[in-house]
Structure formats: C-alpha cells, structure tokens
C-alpha cells in the first residue's frame, strides 16, 4: 500500500528547552524538519502556538513537494507521565503549564487532523526499535539517561501502553528503598541515582564541586579521580539492578540504553553488567544482549512519527 | 468448535510435596482429578513415572466417560526457573533432580501426546485469569506467597513468555538491595522478604522463636505482639516495593495476590497498599485493583489444564 501511494508523517520532539518537528517517508527517511526553542516562561498558548507552527511549516512545505504523497498522522512525544486514553500530561516536571490539559484534542482540533501523544521515552524506544539499534527485534527495553530516566517498553513491535498508556515508567522504580527523594513521591527511584542529575548531585555529596555537569565528572574520572569513579560505579550498579529486574520480569532479547550519560558507557557500564549478572539467573541463563542505543537525539523524533503507522 | 465437539484438557500441577492431575471441561469445570505425593527422595525416573501414571489414569477415566470428548492437550506446571523453548527446568529448588533434563520432551514421548510445560506461578495466574479473580480482564499480574514467591504476568489473556519462556520470575525481583541471601545468586529478592519462609526467619531473628510457621506468627500478631506486627509490616514493605514497580512498568488495572500466606492479608496489606500509594505516582493517577485470588490451591491445577487453550 505504501509503495502503491506513498505517504510520510509527522513526529514532534517537545523536550526540555527546545522542540522539533519532522516528516518522516514510511522507510525511515527524514525528509524534513524544523526546530524551535520551547519559550515555556511564556506559557501554555505559547507552547501550544509553536508546536502547532512546527507542524504546520512542516506540512505546508511537504504538501508543496512532489512525490512526498499523504500525510499519514501526527505523533507527539512530550516528557511525563501521559495519560494516552485521555490525551493529558497528567504530570512533568519540565512542562507543568500544561498538566491536566487536553493537550492531545486541542492540538488535534487546531491541526484538523489525528494526533498521537506519547510519552517521549517511548516515543526513542519505538524509534530504536524501528530503524535504530532494535531493529528487527520485535520486543525491547530501552532507560534514556538524561537529566532523569525515561523507560519505553516495545513488545511485539508496538509500545506497551497498559490500561491508560503509563506503562514504561521505568525511571521510577525503586532501587534504593531509602534513598534519595523525588518528585514523584518515591524514594530511591533509579533516576535519582542513575542520571545526568544523579551524578551532579553525588560530585556535591562528595565534596567534587557544586552543580559539576556530568560531563565534568566523567572527564575527572578519566582523570584517574577516585571519588568521581565511584560515582560512575554507584550508577552502573543502580542500572543494574533495574536491568536485572527487567530481565527477570521480561525476558527479552534486547535491553537499550540512550541519553546523553551514554558517552560515560566506559566508566558505568562494568559495574552495571556485574550487577546485572549477579542479580538476575535469568539473565545467567538467557544471555540478553544490553547494548547502546543508535539514534542519539533524534530515536524520539523518529518514533514520534512512527506513531501513526503502528 | 468447541460446543460442536465437546473436548477436555489434562492438567498437572507438580508441587512440593506432591503433584495433583485433573481433567477440566473448556467452560472451566473439573471433570476428574487424581493426588498423589512426590517421592522426590525416589529420585527423578520416579517423579517422570508418578506424572506419567497420573495423567494417563485421568485419561483411561475421561475415555470411558461419555459425552467427555476429545483431549485437547496435556498442561504441566512445576516450580522453578522453566525454559519453555527447551521445556526444560533450568532451576528449581524444590526438583533439582529434574534439572536440565528434557522433561517436556519425555513426557510427550511416553504419553504419545504433546506436552505444554510451564512455571507454576505462570499457571496460576492464568487459571485465575481464566475462571478466578481475574476473569473478565485481559492483563494482570499475579504474586503467589508461599516457601517463595512466584510471579505470572497474563498480557492479553495469554501468559507473558519472553523469548525463552522465563519471563514472570517476579520472586526474584531486588526490594532490598543488601538483603537476605537467595539460592538464585541475588541479595534482597522479594520472596526472602515477604514470603512463609521469610516471616519465620523475621520471627527467628527477633527471638520470637526458631521455626514459627507463618500461621503461628500470624496468631501471636493477633494475640498483640508488637513483633510479629512488624513481620507482617515488614513483609508488606517489601510487597509494596514489587507493587509499585509492577503498576510503573505495566499500568495494567489488575494486581492479584495469592497463596497460603495470604491468610495474614489485615496484618499486611495496610503496610503494602500504602508503601505502594507512596511509591507510584501512576497507582496514585490509576488506581488499578490489588485483589486477593479466588482459586486457592486450584489456580496452578486449572491454569496448567488452561495452557492447550491459549
């Protein structure tokens, strides 16, 4: 069908600070895109202006090239937890402006067309599922590592949604029962203790430095720094108690790890896969392949648009 | 089909202590059933043998019945870590003797008939799914309280297998990362934390008495014993911990508990519902239902017959 009368999609990328909108051919192809900065000081009809902007500008310049066919839908990843059956953030530390707003419908209304809201976590492991590092494996795990963690579950090829589209909140499971407070209510959730932000705030603990970018730390760590060692190692063993879990509860062939933190794979990734292997015989007897994620920044983007064809 | 020709499934639930075989209608009624205890000390031709008989008793029986009809296909359910691709039993505590041996295989061999081997926990879940507590939904997860915890997760009404069929060992899912030793390998596994085995080391270790059954404890609770209150609390904790991952991960709308320890379920399940509330931000947004099961010793028995159905 699609080879009879093409058709591309649209995906969006509403991230921290900035958004992204793309249209994507049915094989994969990003065909074009535009980016934004997300000026979320100015509020909830401003956000919602520029998401609608980026895919209109999008669409227009599609609609005006040959060949480029139908547009199939829009897909939207968004940082939270999502409420899939009623189209609402229904809470995120990045965009509480919108939080209990039919987000999903106005944008729908507004575009005159179908659209998809996902959480973004599930939105990469779609996209990593689909043309990245899990391609042709139809059931995944995938934590995104970045100022928290996000988790997206593929089983048989589509998202696991659960009954109200939740599911996949990996970045709030409990690893340290008392550990550090989180937003979400929880102690000890593994993205306390396994992100980005983690790492910022083990440096201060340890006397490293304030507000140390985990960048900074990793470069003190290969610097032959213990403290900051330990830190890397404190996370890997974080990750892998959630690794072995997810083993034990899933599994599957094929676990993914994305975000910005990855560049650190050296450092954590030992203790993560010692970990793993000690807690889990599943893990013993299945040798599951943990591997890097492949499509960096661009794993939501794609899976966004992914979204209307699966 | 079915109501067309009437057909009926075996199923064998190989416990402990003993293994029990029933014949069950496809609308879920048991038709026959034999008992008989394991001779584990026999070793494993005579485990195989004693399996081998039950079934073919039930069978002989069901063939002379009228109106029974046709066998639909053998379900076995047996405690440990299970290989469904293999079908065979990779771990288990309580049957080390059939460890690594292709049961599966020389079960469907000398019953000329074939064989579905799952994981007891797997098998109950189902069972409940099917006829019990669970009836009417399509995916839950479901925790069996007994020596262990078992773990079965039903997704679609079909038990969720992973890529070898050991998916669901939720019993060895991390609540307590420096926790009680387990024979799997790992530290802090649930079901050394809030099982009959861990309420009578909790009891053990605070001078309640060595080798207190779980229902001894549960009576000095009742007497008012500060102590064996807190066993209970202790193991709700720990319940609440698995919990909140569980509704994290899956957001299905169904959480079942069951086994002989559910008897204690007013001393602990305060403590789990709300270590679980405080845990997850999405039971909290959800509000799925954590349940008692309704099968009793009859789940695992029911889900095995199940297992040539689904």
Same mark, same amino acid.
């Given at each position: 069908?699609?080879?009879?009368?093409?058709?591309?999609?649209?995906?969006?990328?509403?991230?921290?600070?900035?958004?992204?909108?793309?249209?994507?051919?049915?094989?994969?192809?990003?065909?074009?895109?535009?980016?934004?900065?997300?000026?979320?000081?100015?509020?909830?009809?401003?956000?919602?202006?520029?998401?609608?902007?980026?895919?209109?500008?999008?669409?227009?310049?599609?609609?005006?090239?040959?060949?480029?066919?139908?547009?199939?839908?829009?897909?939207? !990843?968004?940082?939270?937890?999502?409420?899939? #059956? /009623?189209? +609402?953030? $229904?809470?995120?530390?990045? =965009?509480?402006?919108?939080? &209990?707003?039919?987000?999903?419908?106005?944008?729908?209304?507004?575009?005159?067309?179908?659209?998809?809201?996902?959480?973004?976590?599930?939105?990469?492991?779609?996209?990593?599922?689909?043309?990245?590092?899990?391609?042709?494996?139809?059931?995944?795990?995938?934590?995104?590592?970045?100022?928290?963690?996000?988790?997206?579950?593929?089983?048989?090829?589509?998202?696991?949604?659960?009954?109200?589209?939740?599911?996949?909140?990996?970045?709030?499971?409990?690893?340290?029962?008392?550990?550090?407070?989180?937003?979400?209510?929880?102690? !000890?959730?593994?993205?306390?203790?396994?992100? #980005? /932000?983690? +790492?910022? $705030?083990?440096?201060?603990? =340890?006397?490293?430095?304030? &507000?140390?970018?985990?960048?900074?730390?990793?470069?003190?760590?290969?610097?032959?720094?213990?403290?900051?060692?330990?830190?890397?190692?404190?996370?890997?063993?974080?990750?892998?108690?959630?690794?072995?879990?997810?083993?034990?509860?899933?599994?599957?062939?094929?676990?993914?790890?994305?975000?910005?933190?990855?560049?650190?794979?050296?450092?954590?990734?030992?203790?993560?896969?010692?970990?793993?292997?000690?807690?889990?015989?599943?893990?013993?007897?299945?040798?599951?392949?943990?591997?890097?994620?492949?499509?960096?920044?661009?794993?939501?983007?794609?899976?966004?648009?992914?979204?209307?064809? +699966?």
């Amino acid at each position: 069908m699609a080879a009879d009368s093409p058709e591309y999609s649209i995906g969006l990328d509403l991230g921290g600070t900035n958004l992204r909108a793309a249209a994507v051919s049915r094989d994969g192809r990003m065909l074009d895109h535009v980016a934004g900065k997300t000026a979320y000081s100015a509020g909830r009809d401003a956000i919602v202006r520029e998401m609608v902007e980026s895919i209109v500008t999008v669409r227009d310049r599609l609609a005006a090239t040959p060949g480029a066919g139908k547009l199939a839908g829009i897909g939207i !990843g968004v940082p939270g937890f999502i409420n899939m #059956a /009623t189209g +609402v953030i $229904a809470n995120s530390n990045n =965009l509480a402006s919108l939080e &209990n707003f039919p987000i999903r419908d106005v944008l729908s209304q507004q575009l005159g067309a179908p659209v998809i809201l996902e959480n973004d976590a599930n939105a990469a492991a779609l996209g990593e599922q689909w043309i990245g590092a899990g391609r042709g494996v139809a059931d995944l795990v995938m934590l995104t590592l970045g100022t928290g963690v996000g988790g997206g579950i593929v089983a048989g090829g589509r998202i696991l949604r659960g009954a109200q589209g939740m599911a996949g909140e990996l970045g709030h499971i409990t690893v340290v029962p008392n550990g550090n407070p989180c937003g979400c209510g929880n102690r !000890g959730c593994v993205e306390k203790h396994a992100s #980005a /932000t983690a +790492v910022t $705030a083990m440096a201060k603990l =340890l006397g490293l430095g304030d &507000n140390l970018s985990a960048k900074e730390v990793y470069d003190l760590a290969l610097g032959g720094n213990e403290k900051a060692k330990t830190i890397y190692a404190s996370m890997g063993e974080s990750l892998g108690i959630v690794l072995a879990m997810l083993i034990n509860t899933f599994n599957y062939p094929l676990y993914l790890l994305a975000g910005g933190v990855l560049g650190a794979w050296d450092l954590f990734a030992p203790a993560m896969l010692e970990e793993t292997r000690r807690r889990s015989f599943t893990y013993r007897a299945t040798n599951p392949r943990i591997e890097k994620a492949q499509l960096g920044n661009e794993a939501g983007l794609y899976g966004a648009a992914y979204l209307p064809w +699966v």
